[in-house]
C-alpha cells in the first residue's frame, strides 16, 4: 500500500448485524475502537529472516511437529485431559447478526474491571435516526445495555454504553476472571485519619487538571525507539533482508525502498483481505479467522503463525 493510500485508508466494519430489544430492531456496524501498535519488533536472524517458534518437548529433548500437538485441560500436574477441535466446534454457538439487548443498568452498576475491549458502534443503513435515539435516552437516563452476541464462533457478554451520542459496545470479563481484593492480600478497609484526609486533599488538589493531557496517552518508548530506527533507514545502516529476495545489480550495491522495508519493520503488511491489521487481532479472533478458512492445524499454532497461514491463504 502507498502512502497517500495508506493515509486515506477508512477502517472497515468487520461486523454487521441489529441491536434488538423488545420491538425495537436497530442495524448496527462494529468497528474496532484500538488500533495495533504502530511500532512492532520482530525476531529474525542475522540476515533478516524472521524467525519462527516450535514447541520442544523437554522429555523426549525434540522439537515437536504441528500434528503431534493437542490442547489439554489441566486436571492435576502433568496429567490433561485432551481437548478435540471437533469438541470445540461442537459447543460453538450458533451464527447470528443480532446484539441481543437483554436489560438495561445503571453505568455505576458496571465496574470498570469488567471491561475487556472496547467497540465502536455506527448506525446501520437506515439506522441513523432510531440510533440517535437510543444514544440519547441511554446517556440521559444514565443507562447501559446489558447484551450477547455472537462474534467468529464465539458468544461474547457486552455493555453497551452512550457517550456524547456514540454508542460504544465493552466486551465484558467474566466474574471469575478477575481477582478479589483477598486475592492479592489487600486488607480490609478502615477509616483513615481526618487530619491525614485533608492533607491528602490538599496534596492531590495541587496536581488536579481540569482534563487529562492527550499527551500523557502517547507511548514514549515508541516515541524514542523511532527516533533511531528512521535515521537507520534513512543511511541503510543495519537493515537486513533475506538473500533470496535481494537482486542487486553485478558490481553495486543494493537500492533500499525505504518505505516497503519501514512498512515490513512495522507489520504494516500484516492485513487481512477487508484491510483490518491481524497483528491487533487476539489469538482466539486469529484462530477463528483460521477456521473459516478450513486452515488444517490451526489449533497448534502460535500467533505469529496464525498471523502466516491467514496472510497465505487470503494472498495478503
Known amino acids: 500500500m502507498a502512502e497517500d493510500e495508506e493515509e486515506s485508508y477508512v477502517p472497515q466494519p468487520f461486523w454487521s448485524g441489529t441491536i434488538a430489544f423488545g420491538l425495537v430492531s436497530l442495524p448496527v456496524d462494529l468497528y474496532v475502537a484500538h488500533r495495533g501498535r504502530a511500532l512492532t519488533l520482530h525476531r529474525v536472524d542475522e540476515d533478516g529472516t524472521q524467525l519462527r517458534r516450535r514447541y520442544f518437548c523437554p522429555r523426549d529433548e525434540e522439537i515437536l511437529s504441528k500434528d503431534e500437538i493437542v490442547r489439554g485441560h489441566p486436571v492435576a ?32 452498576d458496571i465496574d470498570p474491571m469488567y ?76 477509616e483513615p485519619d481526618r487530619d491525614e484526609v485533608r492533607r491528602f486533599t490538599k496534596e492531590i488538589r495541587g496536581l488536579q487538571e481540569d482534563e487529562l493531557d492527550r499527551e500523557d496517552l502517547i507511548d514514549p518508548d515508541d516515541r524514542r525507539l523511532m527516533d533511531p530506527i528512521r535515521e537507520k533507514l534513512r543511511t541503510g545502516k543495519d537493515v537486513v533482508e533475506p538473500a533470496s529476495r535481494r537482486e542487486p545489480e553485478e558490481g553495486e550495491a543494493e537500492v533500499i525502498d525505504l518505505m516497503e522495508v519501514l512498512k515490513k519493520r512495522l507489520g504494516r503488511e500484516s492485513r487481512d483481505e477487508g484491510g483490518r491489521d491481524l497483528q491487533a487481532w487476539t489469538r482466539e479472533e486469529l484462530y477463528d479467522r483460521a477456521r473459516a478458512l478450513e486452515i488444517p492445524g490451526r489449533s497448534r499454532m502460535t500467533k505469529a503463525e496464525l498471523i502466516d497461514s491467514i496472510e497465505k491463504a487470503t494472498g495478503s
Open 115 to 190: 471491561f475487556e475491549r472496547a467497540y465502536l458502534l455506527t448506525p446501520g443503513e437506515g439506522g441513523v435516526k432510531p440510533y440517535r435515539l437510543l444514544a440519547r435516552t441511554m446517556e440521559e437516563e444514565g443507562l447501559a445495555g446489558v447484551a450477547t452476541f455472537v462474534m467468529r464462533g464465539n458468544e461474547y457478554l457486552v455493555a453497551i454504553l452512550s457517550e456524547k451520542g456514540i454508542l460504544r459496545a465493552e466486551v465484558l470479563r467474566f466474574a471469575d476472571e478477575l481477582r478479589s481484593p483477598a486475592d492479592v492480600g489487600l486488607p480490609e478497609p478502615a
Open 77 to 108: 500436574e502433568d496429567r490433561h485431559v485432551v481437548v478435540e477441535d471437533e469438541e470445540l466446534e461442537g459447543i460453538a454457538p450458533k451464527k447470528s447478526r443480532e446484539i441481543d439487548l437483554r436489560r438495561f443498568v445503571a453505568v455505576s
